[in-house]
């Protein structure tokens, strides 16, 4: 794994075998930020990234410029590789925290420009991650929320929903809070 662009451009992230994730794709990824940089201006974006495993998609934010990107997992381990690597790239936006996202959703803390989830694909509530972010306040006004997943989800009927994008088995679902 990389990052893409930006102050860490070109930097490696050497994640330890022993992390029981499933890293986004450089390719995906990068298909990703090139539908953001139509999107969003990224210099002091507030992001928060659910499920973030070995933090590539936190990194790449913070490396563009965001503020503040508030990395969310359940596994220690994940997170202390996420907050020690942060520490070792200069990355003072990006800040690890363990919780279940679930449990975190349901109870409002921040409001973000930005939401990312790569929920295990397994997961069987990822369909209920619109309502839990949307409902609860997560999104500031014109912030959006990028939810990766299987092929087997389906957002499209969601009111915030915008589009869908796929790229080979990565599935990128796009919505937007007015």
């Known amino acids: ?19 029981p994730v499933r890293p986004t794709t450089d390719m995906a990824k990068e298909s990703l930020f090139n539908i953001l940089n ?21 990194f ?3 490396s563009r ?9 359940n596994n220690y381990k994940c997170v202390d590789f996420i907050n020690k690597t942060a520490g070792g790239f200069n990355l003072s936006a990006v800040k690890a925290i ?11 803390f921040d409001s973000y420009d930005l ?9 069987s509530e990822i369909t209920e991650l619109p ?28 009111s915030c929903f915008e589009q869908k994008r796929q790229y080979g088995k ?5 919505f937007y809070n007015p």
Do not use: C
């Open 115 to 123: 939401v990312f989830s790569d929920a295990p694909y397994v997961v």
């Open 98 to 108: 363990k919780a279940d996202v679930f449990k975190l959703l349901k109870k409002p």
């Open 131 to 158: 309502d839990l972010i949307f409902g609860n306040g997560w999104l500031k006004n014109n912030a959006r929320l990028i939810i990766e997943h299987s092929k087997a989800a389906d957002f499209s009927k969601h």
């Open 1 to 19: 794994m990389r990052i893409i662009s930006g102050s860490q451009k070109g930097r490696r992230i050497n994640a330890p075998n022993n992390l």
């Open 170 to 174: 990565v599935n990128f679902s796009f």
């Open 60 to 62: 790449e934010f913070a």
């Open 38 to 58: 139509n999107l969003i201006d990224f210099e002091d974006l507030t992001v928060l990234d659910l499920f973030a495993g070995t933090g590539s998609i936190s």
């Open 65 to 73: 410029g965001a503020r503040l990107v508030t990395a969310v997992d």
